[in-house]
Nanobody, 121 residues
Framework: QVQVVASGGGLVQPGGSLLLSCAASGNIFRIDSTSWYRQPPGKEREWVAI???????DYADSVRGRFTVSRDNGKNTFYLQMNSLKPEDTAVYYC???????????????WGQGTQVTVSL
């Protein structure tokens, strides 16, 4: 079994920063990539950023230049540094890890439980 736990959300004023974490644990052989998604109130879930096993990254245009994704391979932990936050960044943030489990050649997607980020005065 694999567990993915997201944390670090909270309330922040516009222009502020938050660091989200995503920790994967369990029967993991390899994590190919981890993505961050968010779901604003009343809207559909949208993709935010991705980091590959090799450290390559990509971002949605709406967050490029403000958000930075990183990883600690030794800890199977992933981070989303969010700077210059705007009210429109308010959402529940989710992480998704693309995992090869022990004893299998198949990759599975595991979702974290989501963490609320609210940007408001």
């Amino acid at each position: 079994q694999v567990q993915v736990v997201a944390s670090g959300g909270g309330l922040v004023q516009p222009g502020g920063s938050l660091l989200l974490s995503c920790a994967a644990s369990g029967n993991i052989f390899r994590i190919d990539s981890t993505s961050w998604y968010r779901q604003p109130p009343g809207k559909e879930r949208e993709w935010v950023a991705i980091i590959s096993n090799g450290g390559n990254t990509d971002y949605a245009d709406s967050v490029r230049g403000r958000f930075t994704v990183s990883r600690d391979n030794g800890k199977n932990t992933f981070y989303l540094q969010m700077n210059s936050l705007k009210p429109e960044d308010t959402a529940v943030y989710y992480c998704n890890s693309h995992v090869q489990v022990m004893g299998s050649t198949i990759y599975y997607d595991y979702w974290g439980q989501g963490t609320q980020v609210t940007v408001s005065l």
